[in-house]
C-alpha cells in the first residue's frame, strides 16, 4: 500500500475525531445555546469538565413546554393528559426556579418563554419576572396561556431597564392579563409588542390612555380588548414601525384609536370584520414621514361578504389618514369595499400625491386594474410578480 495514502487516511480519521466544538470560544458556544432549548443546554454540561458549569453562564435562555397535539386542547384537565405531556408539565415549572437558582448573579439578558399549558401558574410567573427583573434582564419574550383567572403584570416591568418587551397571553373563558398603568411612559422600552392583553382604564371624564413612551421605536398591538378605553393615543416620538391587528370591542362600548407619530416610517393596520362594530373607529393623523402602509380587511364569518356602508366608510377613513405614503399594500376584501362605494372615486384619486406603487395580496378579477386606475389615478402600469398583484403609479412632472 502507497505510505502516503495511508498516512493521509490516518489525518483524515483523526480529524473527524476531534472536538473542533470545545475550541470554540465562550461567547460563540454561548451564541449557539442561544436557539437552544434551557433543557438541551444544561444536557451539554456532561460533555466534559469545562462543559459542566459553562450552561450557567449563557446570557439567552430559552424555555418551551410543547404539548403533543391532542393535549393542547385547553378543556383538559391534568387526568386527562397523555403520560409523556403530564410528565413535561409536572417538572416543567421546577425546571425554571432550579436553573433560575444556579445561575447564582450571571447575567440574563434574554428570556424567552412558551407554554402551551392552559393551566400555567401567574403567581410563579410573576416571581420569575421580579427575578429576571433584578438581574437587569434586556429582553422579555412571554407566550403563556391564561385560563380562568385574571392576571395583573408587575408596575415595574414596565420601569425596568427592558429594551424588548413581546408578550402573547392568549385568554380563555374571560381571563385576562392586564396591563400596570406604567406601560403609558415606559421609558426604556424599544421594541413593545402585545397580543391578547388588557390594557389599564382610561383615564378621567373622556377615558383617554395616552402611549408616550420616548424612546417606543416598535409598536405591535394585536387581538386586544380595548372595552374599557374610550380613546387609545399612540404619541411616541421616536415611533418607526406601527401594526394594529384585529383591535375590538364589546358591542355595547366605543373606542377611538388615534396616532400622533411624526416619524412614523410603516404602519400596518389589519380588521377582522367578524369582530368588528361600529364602535371602534381609527383616527390616523400627523403621520408626515410615512412612506409605506399595509391596510387589510378580512372576513370569516360570511363567505359571500356583503359590505356594509360602515366597512367602506371606515376604510375611506383609514386611507385618507395615510395619504402621505409611497407604497401602498392592501389585503383581504379591501378592494371589493372599495369598489362597492362610488365615494372613494372621488376621496382617493386626490388625496395620494406622493403614491408610486399599490400592491394587491393577489388578483381578484380582470377588472382590478381599471379599479385601481380610477381609484389612484390614470397613470397606472400593471405586473404580476410571485404570483402577487402590483400596479405602479408614476407622478406627472
Known sequence: MNPSLTMKKSEKKKSSQEDRISDLSDELI????????????????????RWKTLWLSTPNLNFFLLLCHDCMDHT???????????????????????????????????????CTD??????????????????KVQQLILEVVIYYKTWELPHKLFTSNIS?????????????????ISICTAERIKILELNSVMFPDGIGYGGELILSCPVLETLKIARCDLSNIKVLTVSTPQLQRLKFVSLYTNRNKSCRVRTCTPNLKTIEVIIYTHELNSMLDYCLENLTSLASA???????????????????????????????????????????????????????????????CVMLEKPESPYDQAVVKLLFGEDVQWRIERGDAYFTSYQQS
Not at 119 to 131: C, E, F, G, K, P
Not at 164 to 180: H, I, S, T
Not at 311 to 326: A, W
Open 30 to 49: 454561548h451564541h449557539i445555546f442561544s436557539f437552544l432549548d434551557m433543557k438541551d443546554v444544561v444536557h451539554t454540561s456532561i460533555l466534559s469538565n
Open 76 to 114: 383538559l384537565d391534568d387526568g386527562d393528559l397523555c403520560d409523556s405531556c403530564l410528565k413535561k408539565k409536572r417538572n416543567f415549572k421546577d425546571f425554571i426556579d432550579r436553573v433560575l437558582l444556579l445561575r447564582g448573579n450571571y447575567r440574563i439578558d434574554k428570556f424567552n418563554l412558551y
Open 118 to 135: 392552559s393551566d400555567v401558574d401567574t403567581a410563579r410567573l410573576h416571581t420569575w419576572i421580579l427575578s429576571l427583573l433584578d438581574r
Open 164 to 180: 424588548v418587551l413581546k408578550l402573547c397571553c392568549e385568554d380563555f373563558y374571560n381571563a385576562r392579563a392586564r396591563l400596570p
Open 294 to 356: 399595509q391596510i387589510g380587511f378580512y372576513s370569516y364569518t360570511d363567505p359571500n361578504f356583503i359590505p356594509r356602508k360602515y366597512y367602506p366608510n371606515l376604510l375611506v377613513k383609514i386611507l385618507s389618514g395615510i395619504h402621505n405614503v409611497q407604497s401602498l399594500k392592501l389585503l383581504g376584501r379591501c378592494l371589493q369595499l372599495l369598489t362597492g362605494f362610488p365615494k372613494a372615486f372621488n376621496k382617493l384619486s386626490d388625496i395620494f400625491s406622493n403614491l408610486k
